[in-house]
DNA sequence: GGATTTTTCTATAGGTTAATAGATGGAATT
DNA sequence: AATTCCATCTATTAACCTATAGAAAAATCC
């Protein structure tokens, strides 16, 4: 009698199982070449498949770039998030957002890059939404650092767009990089830490503050 | 008479007049869409004539590609290295450098984007050309930082590699979001130079100490 | 083991694009 | 005025690439 349940047999959980890899390779072939670069046939080679069989995962190339762009991007924003409301000083949250933002690109450096360098390819209607998330990330250091204005941690004459801007664009930069250079990623993200907090300067014998 | 001399007419001179025009265009849209985004037809519209008619002023389209790149990076070096040997402190010569960095990102901007983004899909002999401007100019950098840790300006414990990629990382960005953003890029420049050298911390009261 | 579902394959249509060849019109030269 | 040179045009080729349709094969289920 089941004609109204959900499908009986439990095979819809089995498709395509590969979907993971396909999108993975997809990364790989993007990052090295670019999107337009690219065609789907160098993605099929990665994966020893032929090119039509490609589109029984994706709709279209276009399609397969919004999903590498968006798990390039979602990992960000979440952690992000979670580090800016913690109850800590601006400066250690600022610490631990440059390091977070810094590990994706050695968990998934493909897809990061391709975020980064190629999201502009996408279509008008998946650029915004991926455009979205970008400008909340922003949104959530700037934020920390207005904090830490306020909190009289930083500077008050310190202008939080553009040490935002300067924060992540030497962050993101690492994604092209960090590859040649034998930096760890840990210290990379200690040194970026200090450098914008503490500066290159020499400073006073006298100890830091509290306040 | 004359058959050894140099040609008799000063037509050579008036060669290809609009070549410079050309490269612009092709600049413009290899900005706008990428190298591989962008068709030789796209250029061939910006400038109102037919797609066929560029192959008179280039060979091929990576020729362009090399062309524009070329453009891009060669106005960078040479400020950057006449910076780099006045007579004055390291932190005097960063700044400057950041300063002269960022210039040609108003001046030129579609011919450093591309250099900065495309310059990846060179055939590798120019890429290699390329590459090399690319590491002497951080060079630059790095020398100047390092020598002001050796005189003391800078803290010991600084990396000067790192330093170098997070300066030139952030500034780099800056091609990306300068358009949008309303920041004179002279603000963003000694904004930038007083992130990296005094960081965002507020200092004791103290005086810098002078050496 | 037969039926059903999932995955991959073959074949190909249809559109786009870089680059070449040779012609044309106009300007400069003599 | 005839000739040479420069810039652009027309026409075309050959390669390449995305995407679709339908068949075949492989895996899973009962």
């Known amino acids: 009698m089941n004609i109204v349940a959900l499908p009986v047999t439990r095979r819809n959980a089995n498709q395509r199982r590969r979907a993971p890899q396909i999108i993975e390779a997809a990364a790989r072939v993007f990052a090295e070449r670019g999107f337009h670069g690219a065609t789907t046939q160098d993605i099929a080679d990665v994966l020893g498949i032929k090119q039509a069989s490609l589109y029984y995962y994706f709709s279209s190339k276009e399609a397969a770039l919004e999903l590498v762009c968006v798990k390039g991007v979602e990992g960000f924003f979440d952690a992000a998030k979670a580090i800016a409301v913690r109850p800590e000083s601006a ?121």
């Open 91 to 211: 400066t250690n949250r600022l610490t631990l957002l440059i390091k977070s933002h810094l590990s994706p690109l050695v968990d998934r450096p493909d897809f990061v890059r391709v975020f980064l360098n190629e999201r502009q390819h996408l279509p008008r209607e998946s650029r915004r939404r991926i455009g979205r998330w970008s400008r909340g990330l922003e949104r959530i250091f700037e934020d920390v650092i207005k904090e830490g204005i306020a909190q009289r941690e930083f500077r008050a004459d310190l202008d939080a767009r553009l040490a935002t801007l300067a924060i992540l664009g030497m962050c993101n930069a690492a994604s092209n990089w960090h590859r040649k250079e034998s930096t760890a990623i840990d210290r990379t993200a200690a040194e970026f830490a200090q450098l914008v907090i503490d500066g290159m300067g020499k400073r006073p014998a006298a100890p830091r503050r509290r306040r």
